[in-house]
């Protein structure tokens, strides 16, 4: 264990979480945390070999912050490629790493074989004496030593966070550009612990977010720690002096004593304490998850103004020099890595940062002159680049990335509509609606208001501007606001204009024109708070609570007091359908057959043509050329649907073109736009499952990976792919494809470096793209049934409840026919059962509730049950309750997430106590039966009886 506690040590990581022993032990109660630890380390592993490597001896040089962005496959490549590894080294490394992309279909012997397998890695390292060389764990050492002394007392401080401006209100940007530096700072894996990663976890892997929290949490401490330390020119004391006794602290005992020795104020603590009490808990409620990461958002933005205000105090106690650039003013202590992060942050704040914001941001006039001859500098850069459309190296990248949420195409004004969001139109009911509203608007004999309501990104503008521009005549006498891309004084806020744009609809005034008001919910909100608390707009205001949007309380006036209010509620339209065969969009269907139609007016076909024939060609080429296939177009339509109703999500708009741009355009190239990404990693079946960071729909896309399914078929693939002599006829025939198989280049190379198994996962990913859906699975038999609930279709229906009968008699198990134990306490010696008579219901008002035509906005759910006790059953819930019924027993995590279906059983354990006068008592050890009854005649309490 020698070397393995070596580079414990000197990565600072604490033994007690990160040791060898410690990770043996977790096995069996922690494999998801053994797993995250596992990761963490052999990524810090990863770059300290990296580090090592002699560049000027080869004419390729790497970033690295190029080498972070790669996957684990590809950073081991490039390290066995520069000599940094020997193969025995990166073949064992391609067996650990394995587990990484396999988390759920992990055991104990493969933990066991992991961790031993990243042993022999750290031995086999240091028996080349890598980590005591100067450019390694010798140089990081350097490095520490060099920035803590520089600062008064040994504290160990960010980097300067200049950059960030300071807000007049926390946002979100300002807190995630704060989050980066954090991260890097204590050499946390950014795509592991980004906070947008996180904040996405919090809603569809609570569990996951909580150990990420759990992480997050320590190294808080650690840097509120230090920063207090600082302020008060205090030594760091004991315990907390050095890495291996702070490793034997509690993270909750580490922040008490920052409370009692270092002052941290008791409004930190108090939440410190909230957030410590339920980090102790394994399984938590997705509810309780949310608030504390908004409490540790509050802590992390208290710890950014902390920096904040202690970075200025120190550089107005410097004495005034001449103005100079950011980058000059970086500490010289900063590592390459942050100083590229800071450098990219910088850039990306200049591209979106208002003038209000930036004058808000500065408070002296030497630094406003500073930052507006930055802003200057970077406009005009930005001015000269669209002038090159080539700038990319591809006019095919350089559209498909005018897709993307930051893009300029993506946000449509209400009055403006370019030709490409032209041709991009797709009708929908909601425009039908819309017109409706607007035609009864123009047939009126007095002005009206019509409210666009929803959610930022599901197309408000884009339609006000398609219909402004193909119906002209809808809008006489018509005033357009479009909250997102207007306002008069942006200093204000958009509660003051949205006041002005309202007012002549206020009561007693007599408006002159008809208003249309695109506006999204949470901003509507904010208003209605304000002026019920002003006590104006009580008209308007009424006709809100008559929505029933915000509130339970419906409003006492009668409709037609509203006469003069409309309203389009975009929230309420789904962008799918579910037919008796199974479900479909028109809507996102359309839009990929636009985006990949070969056809003049389309600029991206146009653009990937061009660069065709300019023999400019990437990875992202390659993906739309098989996006091009009309079967792919439909199987990613299906999935994306999937997730839709599996995690109950709403996709706008907007969300759904940045998510086409993720399918097709790698990461390397958005990050690096020369680079081609040539890899089998890079295709679009890998980019569709297997890269959860980098959207909420991708996560869910990755927990469908079919990769994870074990089945026959993906077993015998598997083998095949390792012994076939003749593998591109195999595999055309197991895929189904005429020709060449898609992406025939890269898997043979794959091949040919001996990554079956890399290749094997690709070809059973792109195996369910280009394949029919499997009538059998989950989704399509919990689809079926949810169309035939809503159809009244009763044949079919009546097929869920022979399942749910025999889960209710499986969830705590049964000791004989028509019994059902009533707690699931498996270590007392006697359990109790009652008898169970169940009777099919349904809810009645949404049974049959579709008459005519297909499903366009029914609920996620069913709601059935027995005996008039009913639940709502989900997919996520049906799944479970699927693998039950096959004779899997849930697990706390199981039930924990099945809570619905564990309410409705204790419902109806308590319905038959009542009903029922019998109970069966069963002596565990030796499986005899006792039955209890309560006697009708006889004094005594209970009867008892052997049967």
Same mark, same amino acid.
């Given at each position: 264990?020698?070397?393995?506690?070596?580079?414990?040590?000197?990565?600072?990581?604490?033994e007690?979480?990160?040791?060898?022993?410690?990770?043996m032990?977790?096995?069996?109660?922690?494999?998801?945390?053994v797993?995250?630890?596992?990761?963490?380390?052999?990524?810090?592993?990863?770059?300290?070999?990296?580090?090592?490597?002699?560049?000027?001896?080869?004419?390729?040089?790497?970033?690295?912050?190029?080498?972070?962005?790669?996957? @684990?496959?590809?950073?081991?490549?490039?390290?066995?490629?520069?000599?940094?590894?020997?193969?025995?080294?990166?073949?064992?490394?391609?067996?650990?790493?394995?587990?990484?992309?396999?988390?759920?279909?992990?055991?104990?012997?493969?933990?066991?074989?992991?961790?031993?397998r990243?042993?022999?890695?750290?031995?086999?390292?240091?028996?080349?004496?890598?980590?005591?060389?100067?450019? !390694?764990?010798?140089?990081?050492?350097?490095?520490?030593?060099?920035?803590?002394?520089?600062?008064?007392?040994?504290?160990d401080?960010?980097?300067?966070?200049?950059?960030?401006?300071?807000?007049?209100?926390?946002?979100?940007?300002?807190?995630?550009?704060?989050?980066?530096?954090?991260?890097?700072?204590?050499d946390?894996?950014n795509?592991?612990?980004?906070?947008?990663l996180?904040?996405?976890?919090?809603?569809?892997?609570?569990?996951?977010?909580?150990?990420?929290?759990?992480?997050?949490?320590?190294?808080?401490?650690?840097?509120?720690?230090?920063?207090?330390?600082?302020?008060?020119?205090?030594?760091?004391?004991?315990? =907390?002096?050095?890495?291996?006794?702070?490793?034997?602290?509690?993270? %909750?005992?580490?922040? %008490?004593?920052?409370?009692?020795d270092?002052?941290?104020?008791?409004?930190?603590?108090?939440m410190?304490?909230?957030?410590?009490?339920?980090?102790?808990?394994?399984?938590?409620?997705?509810?309780?998850?949310?608030?504390?990461?908004?409490?540790?958002?509050?802590?992390?933005?208290?710890?950014?103004?902390?920096?904040?205000?202690?970075?200025?105090?120190? $550089?107005?106690?410097?004495?005034?020099?001449?103005?100079?650039?950011?980058?000059?003013?970086?500490?010289?202590?900063?590592?390459?890595?942050?100083?590229?992060?800071?450098?990219?942050?910088?850039?990306?704040?200049?591209?979106?940062?208002?003038?209000?914001?930036?004058?808000?941001?500065?408070?002296?006039?030497?630094?406003?002159?500073?930052?507006?001859?930055?802003?200057?500098?970077?406009?005009? *850069?930005?001015?000269?680049?669209k &002038?090159?459309?080539?700038?990319y190296?591809?006019?095919f990248?350089?559209?498909?990335?005018?897709? *993307?949420?930051?893009?300029?195409?993506?946000?449509?004004n209400?009055n403006?509509?370019?030709?490409?969001?032209?041709?991009?139109?797709?009708?929908?009911?909601?425009?039908?609606?819309?017109?409706?509203?607007?035609?009864?608007?123009?047939?009126?004999?007095?002005? *009206?208001?019509?409210?666009?309501?929803?959610?930022?990104?599901?197309?408000?503008?884009?339609?006000?501007?398609?219909?402004?521009?193909?119906?002209?005549?809808?809008?006489?006498?018509?005033?357009?606001?479009?909250?997102?891309?207007?306002?008069?004084?942006r200093?204000?806020?958009?509660?003051?204009? +949205?006041?002005?744009?309202?007012?002549?609809?206020?009561?007693?005034?007599?408006?002159?024109?008809?208003?249309?008001?695109?506006?999204?919910?949470?901003?509507?909100?904010?208003?209605?708070?304000?002026?019920?608390?002003?006590?104006?707009?009580?008209?308007?205001?009424?006709?809100?609570?008559?929505?029933?949007?915000?509130?339970?309380?419906? !409003?006492?006036?009668?409709?037609?007091? =509203?006469?003069?209010?409309?309203?389009?509620?975009?929230?309420? %339209?789904?962008?799918?359908?579910?037919?008796? &065969?199974?479900?479909?969009? !028109?809507?996102?269907s359309?839009?990929?057959?636009k985006?990949?139609?070969?056809?003049?007016?389309?600029?991206?076909?146009?653009?990937?043509?061009?660069?065709?024939?300019?023999?400019?060609?990437?990875?992202?080429?390659?993906?739309?050329?098989?996006?091009?296939?009309?079967?792919?177009?439909?199987?990613?339509?299906?999935?994306?649907? @999937?997730?839709?109703?599996?995690?109950?999500?709403?996709?706008?708009?907007?969300? =759904?073109?940045?998510?086409?741009?993720?399918?097709?355009?790698?990461?390397?190239?958005?990050?690096?736009?020369q680079?081609?990404?040539?890899?089998?990693?890079?295709?679009?079946?890998?980019?569709?499952?297997?890269?959860?960071?980098?959207?909420?729909?991708?996560?869910?896309?990755?927990?469908?990976d079919?990769?994870?399914?074990?089945?026959?078929?993906?077993?015998?693939?598997?083998?095949?792919?390792?012994?076939?002599?003749?593998?591109?006829?195999?595999?055309?025939?197991?895929?189904g494809?005429?020709?060449?198989?898609?992406?025939?280049n890269?898997?043979?190379?794959?091949?040919?470096?001996?990554?079956?198994?890399?290749?094997?996962?690709f070809?059973?990913? +792109?195996?369910?793209?280009?394949?029919?859906?499997?009538?059998?699975?989950?989704?399509? @038999?919990?689809?079926?049934?949810?169309?035939?609930?809503?159809?009244?279709?009763?044949?079919?229906?009546?097929?869920?409840?022979?399942? +749910?009968? &025999?889960?209710?008699?499986?969830w705590?198990?049964?000791?004989?026919?028509?019994?059902?134990?009533?707690?699931n306490?498996?270590?007392?010696? =006697?359990?109790?059962?009652?008898?169970?008579?169940?009777?099919s219901?349904?809810?009645?008002?949404?049974?049959? !509730?579709?008459?005519?035509?297909?499903? @366009?906005a029914?609920?996620?759910?069913?709601?059935?049950?027995?005996n008039?006790?009913?639940?709502?059953?989900?997919?996520?819930?049906?799944?479970?309750?699927?693998?039950?019924?096959?004779?899997?027993?849930?697990?706390?995590?199981?039930?924990?997430?099945?809570?619905?279906?564990?309410?409705f059983?204790?419902?109806?354990?308590?319905?038959?106590?009542?009903?029922e006068?019998?109970l069966?008592?069963?002596?565990?050890?030796?499986?005899?039966?006792?039955?209890?009854?309560?006697?009708?005649?006889?004094?005594? $309490?209970?009867?008892?009886?052997?049967?």
């Amino acid at each position: 264990m020698q070397n393995w506690n070596f580079i414990i040590k000197q990565l600072n990581l604490p033994e007690s979480m990160y040791g060898f022993n410690n990770l043996m032990n977790l096995i069996g109660d922690s494999n998801s945390t053994v797993v995250l630890c596992l990761e963490d380390l052999t990524t810090k592993i990863e770059v300290l070999l990296f580090e090592a490597i002699d560049f000027t001896k080869s004419d390729n040089l790497i970033m690295l912050n190029d080498f972070r962005d790669f996957t @684990h496959t590809k950073r081991w490549e490039i390290l066995f490629e520069y000599d940094a590894i020997t193969y025995a080294v990166y073949k064992q490394v391609r067996d650990l790493i394995i587990v990484f992309d396999r988390q759920t279909m992990i055991t104990t012997r493969t933990l066991v074989i992991a961790i031993n397998r990243l042993k022999y890695v750290i031995d086999a390292i240091a028996d080349k004496k890598l980590f005591k060389t100067s450019n !390694s764990i010798g140089k990081l050492s350097t490095e520490a030593i060099a920035t803590t002394s520089s600062n008064k007392g040994g504290y160990d401080l960010f980097p300067s966070i200049e950059d960030i401006p300071l807000p007049i209100k926390m946002n979100t940007r300002v807190l995630e550009s704060f989050w980066d530096i954090f991260i890097v700072h204590f050499d946390l894996d950014n795509h592991k612990f980004s906070y947008e990663l996180i904040k996405t976890m919090v809603r569809y892997n609570p569990d996951g977010a909580l150990k990420k929290m759990n992480i997050l949490f320590r190294f808080l401490g650690v840097a509120r720690l230090n920063y207090l330390a600082e302020s008060k020119s205090m030594v760091i004391r004991e315990p =907390f002096g050095t890495p291996e006794r702070l490793a034997h602290l509690s993270t %909750e005992s580490m922040w %008490e004593k920052i409370y009692n020795d270092y002052d941290l104020p008791i409004e930190e603590y108090e939440m410190a304490k909230n957030i410590s009490r339920v980090l102790k808990h394994a399984q938590v409620p997705k509810n309780i998850v949310a608030d504390v990461f908004a409490t540790f958002e509050q802590l992390v933005t208290k710890l950014f103004f902390v920096v904040k205000e202690q970075q200025g105090k120190k $550089k107005v106690s410097h004495s005034v020099r001449p103005v100079v650039s950011m980058k000059e003013m970086r500490p010289p202590e900063v590592s390459k890595a942050v100083r590229e992060i800071e450098e990219r942050r910088e850039r990306a704040i200049l591209s979106t940062t208002s003038n209000a914001e930036i004058a808000a941001s500065v408070h002296t006039p030497d630094k406003m002159e500073e930052r507006v001859v930055e802003i200057s500098s970077a406009t005009s *850069q930005t001015d000269e680049s669209k &002038k090159q459309p080539s700038k990319y190296g591809s006019l095919f990248l350089q559209k498909i990335k005018g897709l *993307q949420k930051s893009s300029n195409e993506t946000v449509v004004n209400a009055n403006e509509l370019g030709d490409f969001q032209s041709y991009m139109h797709v009708e929908r009911k909601i425009e039908r609606n819309t017109v409706a509203k607007l035609e009864e608007m123009q047939a009126s004999s007095s002005p *009206q208001l019509l409210l666009l309501l929803g959610s930022v990104g599901d197309g408000k503008s884009h339609l006000l501007a398609y219909l402004k521009a193909t119906k002209p005549n809808l809008f006489n006498n018509v005033y357009i606001h479009n909250d997102a891309t207007e306002s008069y004084e942006r200093t204000k806020p958009a509660e003051a204009t +949205l006041e002005r744009i309202l007012s002549p609809f206020e009561d007693g005034f007599v408006p002159k024109q008809h208003i249309v008001v695109a506006i999204n919910y949470g901003k509507l909100h904010n208003f209605y708070l304000l002026q019920k608390e002003k006590g104006q707009f009580q008209l308007f205001t009424s006709y809100i609570d008559s929505l029933n949007i915000f509130n339970k309380t419906k !409003s006492d006036k009668k409709t037609d007091t =509203f006469e003069s209010f409309h309203t389009v509620d975009f929230s309420k %339209e789904k962008y799918y359908s579910i037919c008796e &065969k199974g479900v479909y969009s !028109s809507f996102f269907s359309k839009i990929l057959e636009k985006i990949t139609a070969p056809e003049g007016v389309n600029e991206i076909y146009q653009a990937w043509l061009q660069d065709k024939s300019n023999n400019k060609w990437t990875m992202a080429h390659e993906n739309y050329l098989l996006l091009m296939n009309e079967q792919v177009r439909k199987r990613i339509v299906e999935k994306i649907i @999937h997730v839709i109703i599996r995690n109950k999500m709403i996709v706008s708009t907007r969300e =759904f073109y940045n998510f086409i741009v993720d399918l097709i355009v790698p990461s390397e190239i958005l990050l690096n736009p020369q680079s081609t990404a040539f890899s089998l990693e890079n295709s679009l079946p890998n980019l569709l499952f297997n890269h959860p960071e980098r959207s909420a729909i991708l996560f869910g896309l990755n927990e469908l990976d079919p990769v994870f399914i074990k089945n026959s078929l993906n077993d015998e693939l598997i083998a095949s792919i390792f012994m076939q002599p003749d593998l591109s006829t195999y595999l055309s025939s197991v895929i189904g494809v005429d020709g060449n198989i898609p992406y025939d280049n890269y898997w043979r190379n794959a091949i040919s470096l001996n990554e079956h198994l890399e290749v094997a996962r690709f070809v059973i990913r +792109l195996k369910e793209l280009l394949n029919e859906n499997n009538e059998q699975s989950d989704f399509s @038999h919990f689809v079926k049934y949810l169309y035939a609930f809503y159809k009244g279709t009763g044949e079919v229906i009546e097929e869920v409840f022979p399942l +749910l009968e &025999k889960v209710v008699y499986q969830w705590k198990g049964s000791p004989r026919d028509s019994y059902a134990y009533i707690t699931n306490n498996l270590k007392k010696e =006697f359990r109790m059962a009652i008898t169970m008579n169940l009777e099919s219901t349904l809810d009645m008002d949404l049974y049959g !509730s579709v008459e005519e035509g297909d499903l @366009h906005a029914s609920n996620h759910y069913i709601t059935l049950g027995f005996n008039d006790i009913n639940f709502d059953l989900d997919l996520k819930l049906f799944e479970i309750l699927r693998q039950v019924s096959n004779g899997h027993r849930p697990n706390l995590h199981e039930v924990g997430q099945a809570i619905q279906f564990e309410d409705f059983y204790n419902k109806l354990i308590k319905y038959f106590e009542d009903k029922e006068k019998k109970l069966l008592m069963v002596h565990v050890p030796t499986n005899e039966y006792y039955e209890i009854s309560k006697p009708k005649f006889s004094k005594a $309490k209970f009867d008892v009886k052997k049967v």
